[in-house]
């Protein structure tokens, strides 16, 4: 993707005016899943693919003149519309534009067009980098970059929860806002601790595999998982009144236990999942600093058994990208992201990723009639104004 493409179209589009040039990545998670809604770490790292858009102000009062370029689809609306456009690529721009009003920042009517290149419905979170670059554009254009980064992955995660039906966690607008090339990040979700750490594993390398299974959170089972974990929270605060429970971050596995019953077994595997992911997290934190990339593997299967078997966010595509992995000998795999579809993340050694690629492409198709698709990982920069 690059910038002349995005301001043809811009100008092609518009008045014929140029603009400011914005681009925000997608992410990648090496470990830590649906454990940022529960107060815990996660692992992510920006990808060198995202999302591009060049916006400017058109001297109307709150009238935003919009143009998706890959879907070649146009929607004009007005800021002070209630409703909002119904295109669900529009009310991206919209949400973040009113969310980006309650932080002080003046909007008024702009022009917008833009383009991406990481893969919709991936699992990488297309959505995530949309908001991040159009709130980076409108902090610019009207807000004297005012707005801190962290309000920035605030409003793109109000905009999920108020405008598209999503209750998502953090991590992807955080990944998408801080990212740094060549590094990964670990976020204590709670405190909003984060440290870069520099992914540099020598001898291995990760690839995405993409089932093309096209994946969809909105108004999804993604937010039934997310009731199931906050209705063991409350169970457990309400046996424990001396303490604090504000996620499933502050249970233990034995007050897990004490509630199994009365919660049933269905919310009871979810919390296990959180509460095992929350350790193998931790785990992989110190095998990093050791070097150790067989451990860090080990528990990205282990992560992708609790996600398939407890977590139930899995499909029967990535199962088998995960068990094409096991029988290549990779050193790790998992689903990648929110999950019901899109990309397994596979750490491979250098010396098996040649015959792994080709068996997955080779075993898929005869499976499913398609090949999956491959993404090399390369860890890229979070979002920034590029003119
Ligand atoms: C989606 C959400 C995130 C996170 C992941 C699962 O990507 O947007 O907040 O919960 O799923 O880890």
């Known amino acids: 993707m690059d910038i002349d493409f995005v301001r043809s179209r811009f100008i092609k589009h518009f008045d014929g005016k140029t603009g400011n040039v914005y681009a925000s990545p997608g992410r990648i998670n090496l470990i830590g899943e649906h454990t940022d809604y529960n107060g815990g770490f996660v692992f992510p790292g920006a990808v060198d693919k995202g999302v591009m858009a060049e916006m400017r102000a058109n001297g109307t009062e709150d009238t935003v003149m919009a143009y998706a370029i890959d879907l070649k689809d146009r929607?004009?609306?007005?800021?002070?519309?209630?409703?909002?456009?119904?295109?669900?690529?529009?009310?991206?721009?919209?949400?973040?534009?009113?969310?980006?009003?309650?932080?002080?920042?003046?909007?008024?009517?702009?022009?917008?067009?833009?383009?991406?290149?990481?893969?919709?419905?991936?699992?990488?979170?297309?959505?995530?980098?949309?908001?991040?670059?159009?709130?980076?554009?409108?902090?610019?254009?009207?807000g004297d970059n005012k707005v801190s980064q962290w309000d920035i992955v605030l409003a793109g995660q109000a905009t999920e929860h108020n405008y598209c039906g999503v209750n998502c966690g953090i991590m992807d607008q955080f990944a998408s806002v801080f990212g740094k090339a060549g590094c990964l990040m670990r976020l204590d979700c709670r405190s909003r601790e984060f440290e870069y750490f520099p992914f540099k594993p020598d001898g291995y390398r990760l690839v995405l595999l993409d089932s093309v299974v096209k994946h969809q959170l909105a108004g999804s089972p993604y937010n039934d998982r997310r009731n199931s974990c906050e209705n063991v929270v409350k169970h457990?605060?309400?046996?424990?009144?001396?303490?604090?429970?504000?996620?499933?971050?502050?249970?233990?596995?034995?007050?897990?236990?004490?509630?199994?019953?009365?919660?049933?077994?269905?919310?009871?595997?979810?919390?296990?999942?959180?509460?095992?992911?929350?350790?193998?997290?931790?785990?992989?934190?110190?095998?990093?600093?050791?070097?150790?990339?067989?451990?860090?593997?080990?528990?990205?299967?282990?992560?992708?058994?609790?996600?398939?078997?407890?977590?139930e966010v899995s499909c029967e595509e990535l199962d088998f990208l995960n068990q094409i992995a096991r029988d290549n000998h990779v050193t790790g795999s998992r689903i990648m992201g929110g999950g019901f579809g899109g990309c397994t993340i596979n750490l491979v050694r250098n010396d098996l990723y040649r015959q792994f690629i080709a068996d997955a492409k080779k075993r898929f198709n005869e499976k499913y009639g398609h090949e999956p698709k491959v993404y090399d990982v390369v860890i890229g920069d979070g979002s920034r104004k590029l003119c």
């Open 75 to 142: 929607v004009d609306f007005k800021l002070s519309d209630p409703d909002g456009p119904r295109a669900s690529w529009a009310r991206y721009i919209y949400g973040i534009a009113l969310e980006m009003k309650k932080l002080g920042v003046p909007v008024k009517g702009f022009n917008i067009a833009f383009a991406g290149d990481v893969p919709l419905g991936a699992g990488m979170s297309s959505s995530a980098a949309m908001e991040s670059c159009f709130a980076c554009g409108l902090n610019d254009i009207f």
């Open 236 to 311: 457990i605060a309400a046996k424990h009144p001396e303490g604090t429970f504000e996620t499933l971050r502050d249970c233990t596995w034995e007050q897990l236990d004490e509630v199994r019953a009365e919660v049933g077994e269905e919310d009871y595997k979810r919390a296990k999942f959180v509460l095992g992911e929350k350790d193998r997290v931790l785990a992989v934190c110190d095998a990093l600093n050791e070097g150790d990339y067989e451990k860090v593997g080990e528990m990205m299967y282990q992560t992708h058994e609790g996600l398939s078997k407890d977590y």
